[in-house]
């Protein structure tokens, strides 16, 4: 089995340059200059990219985040990403992709490349209701969105997709996470999968310190899976016994312990 590749992912940043509305008639007779497209603090899903006049619908997972802050992250339906992006008007002018390396096949590994070639350089925004397109000026590159509503705490299905550890986050090991994933439920209890069994225990939910304590070890079936599903299930069966601080944006979310040890989950729809 070949060795995982895990990657620490780098954490992207995006300037958001905004001039602001510009109002009022000069003495040429000019018009209002149109406002900044309204992109910060806004959440995305990636429906589509089309390259060279060719469609090619998003794998699940494929977002773009912009946060208030200016900083923004994404994912190309494989590896995280950031860009450098200044909005003037109606156009986003995309450049300095940062982006992991894990390594991706199928859908995935053909639909990454295309994104990233659709999300650069200059693109003209339009914004109507719910969806968002981005289109090169030759027209030829189109970059369709939706906005993304976000999700409670509680009632959510969450997929492990990545490992903390202090400052840094990987990505799971190859052929390990494909059923990782848990709902912390309205009666405080926590069920789900480690990566090879189902699991449930019971929990407490502190929302005023965004902290998640699990109490006492998780039970769960007994079932044998592969060395990396099972290396996996150690970790997460470890972790999720104690105490844990957790952080909610939007549809990601994080849980470490004291230790600074943890995981990070996506909102899924299964």
């Not at 340059?17 to 149109?34: H, K, L, P, Q």
């Not at 200059?122 to 970059?143: A, C, F, I, M, Q």
């Not at 599903?229 to 105490?243: H, I």
């Amino acid at each position: 089995m070949p060795k995982p590749r895990a990657l620490a992912v780098l954490v992207p940043l995006l300037l958001l340059t905004a001039c602001g509305t510009e109002g009022g008639t000069g003495s040429g007779g000019a018009g209002t200059v149109s406002p900044d497209l309204p992109v910060a603090g806004t959440h995305w899903t990636v429906d589509a990219v089309t390259v060279d006049g060719r469609r090619s619908t998003a794998p699940d997972g494929a977002r773009v985040d912009f946060e208030e802050n200016g900083r923004a992250q994404g994912n190309g339906g494989c590896n995280a990403f950031g860009a450098d992006v200044a909005v003037q008007g109606d156009t986003l002018t995309v450049t300095r992709h940062q982006f992991t390396m894990m390594g991706c096949s199928g859908d995935r590994a053909a639909f990454e490349p295309e994104f990233l070639e659709a999300f650069s350089g200059p693109l003209k925004g339009t914004l109507k209701g719910e969806d968002l397109r981005l289109t090169s000026p030759d027209g030829r590159n189109v970059l369709e969105l939706t906005a993304e509503p976000a999700v409670p705490l509680r009632g959510t299905t969450w997929k492990i997709d990545g490992l903390v550890s202090g400052d840094t986050a990987s990505s799971l090991p190859a052929g390990s996470g494909a059923k990782a994933r848990f709902v912390i439920g309205a009666d405080g209890r926590v069920t789900g999968n480690l990566g090879c069994n189902n699991f449930s225990a019971h929990a407490r939910l502190d929302e005023k310190a965004r902290t998640l304590t699990v109490e006492g070890p998780a039970a769960t079936t007994r079932m044998i899976c592969t060395p990396p599903q099972m290396k996996l299930e150690t970790r997460l069966y470890e972790l999720l016994d104690g105490p844990l601080t957790y952080r909610l944006n939007h549809r990601t979310l994080t849980l470490t312990d004291a230790s600074g040890e943890g995981l990070t989950a996506a909102a899924t729809a299964r």
